[in-house]
């Protein structure tokens, strides 16, 4: 049977009872047609999760034993540049099944799509609900970090140290698979939008230290860029295994 998840932000679940937001109740309630004392999967999205009994009323879950479960793979931060239409959406719930640790648009000279400050932290709101979704379907405890769009340069500064740092840009570069991901604590992936990277953009990835990195010999999409490279490098991290 496939486990009935639940999302709850850490500041609602305490010792032994979680309070139910009316957004989680009517999850549980209309969409999932539970009733009281029927079991749930809570988790709070850092990486812990509850075996939980729904209380009477759906004011509250009272919770067994906690566990955590941290995320597995490559810490994976993915940089990937503002698209149009619903693209940016495919991305962060593809991205977050693969078990990406950050997401951080960024707006690319080349984007279509130009948002102001206001419109930026709308998006990335959307985009973290996606994210929880996402987490909640794929059986993640974790919920990735979502940035609102930052421009490039504050983009690669927040890299963590230590972390590889990888742009994919054009033919010539190498496999990801070569680049000895596996050996580096978690690593970051630079991906620009349809028109590809400008040489300033280029050159700023450089500067940071990035490696240029390859998907092989076909041109792809934006989007199916940033997806396949996350799953690459979960691969190249064992993570795909089983």
């Given amino acids: 049977m496939t486990r009935r998840r639940l999302h709850l932000p850490p500041e609602r679940i305490g010792p032994a009872r979680a309070e139910l937001t009316d957004e989680a109740r009517h999850y549980l309630r209309d969409v999932l047609r539970l009733a009281p004392g029927q079991a749930v999967e809570l988790f709070d999205g850092r990486g812990w999760a509850w075996e939980a009994i729904i209380e009477p009323g759906f004011a509250a879950l009272a919770l067994g034993a906690g566990r955590e479960e941290l995320p597995g793979g490559l810490a994976i931060s993915l940089l990937f540049a503002l698209a149009k239409g619903e693209k940016g959406d495919l991305v962060v719930q593809k991205a977050t099944e693969l078990g990406a640790a950050r997401l951080c648009p960024w707006p690319a000279e080349r984007s279509v799509v130009k948002l102001d400050a206001e419109k930026g932290r709308e998006r990335a709101e959307r985009w973290r609900r996606i994210a929880e979704e996402a987490a909640r379907q794929c ?66 990835c450089q500067a940071a230290g990035a490696l240029r990195g390859s998907l092989g010999p076909r041109t792809l999409r934006a989007e199916t860029a940033a997806i396949a490279g996350v799953a690459v490098l979960q691969a190249v991290a064992g993570d795909l295994d089983g």
């Fill in 139 to 204: 059986g993640r405890a974790d919920v990735p970090v979502v940035e609102a769009p930052a421009p490039l340069p504050a983009a690669l500064a927040a890299v963590p140290k230590g972390h590889r740092l990888v742009v994919l840009h054009g033919p010539g570069g190498t496999p990801l698979s070569a680049l000895g991901l596996d050996e580096a604590p978690g690593a970051a992936l630079v991906v620009g939008p349809e028109g590809g990277l400008t040489e300033r953009e280029l050159a700023a």
